[in-house]
């Protein structure tokens, strides 16, 4: 069964850092370009950050480049997303996928999906 399985969402206070972790299992994650995409209430699926398949190359969205960090550990066929100096506008839902090409900034282009994790930001 090929899954992605996103974890590590919770409620932060604006100003902390959270580390939400994307395991996959039934492919070899090593092979895919991952993303990281997020989705909060009344507005369109949002890519944030993608890391090509060789590590070699990563991309960001204006609004979190320098807070959020991509990164993955193919041993443990895992990526990650550390998320810091978090605004209550990063509340959504994220999510992590992987694509068996290159990175795109468009939802469609992905062909695996996790099942999202809830990230609040508030005080």
């Known amino acids: 069964q090929v899954r992605l399985v996103e974890s590590g969402g919770d409620l932060v206070q604006p100003g902390g850092s959270l580390r939400l972790s994307c395991a996959a299992s039934?492919?070899?994650?090593?092979?895919?370009?991952v993303a990281w995409f997020r989705q909060a209430p009344g507005k369109e699926r949002e890519g944030l950050a993608c890391?090509?398949?060789?590590?070699?190359?990563?991309f960001y969205v204006d609004s979190v480049r320098g807070r959020f960090t991509i990164s993955r550990d193919n041993a443990k066929n895992t990526v990650y997303l550390q998320m810091n100096s978090l605004k209550p506008e990063d509340t959504a839902v994220y999510y992590c996928?992987?694509?068996?090409?290159?990175?795109?900034?468009?939802?469609?282009?992905?062909?695996?999906w996790g099942q999202g994790t809830q990230v609040t930001v508030s005080s």
């Open positions: 039934g492919f070899t994650l090593s092979v895919y370009a």
């Open positions: 890391m090509s398949s060789d590590g070699g190359s990563t």
């Open positions: 996928a992987s694509v068996n090409v290159w990175c795109s900034s468009s939802a469609n282009s992905y062909r695996h």
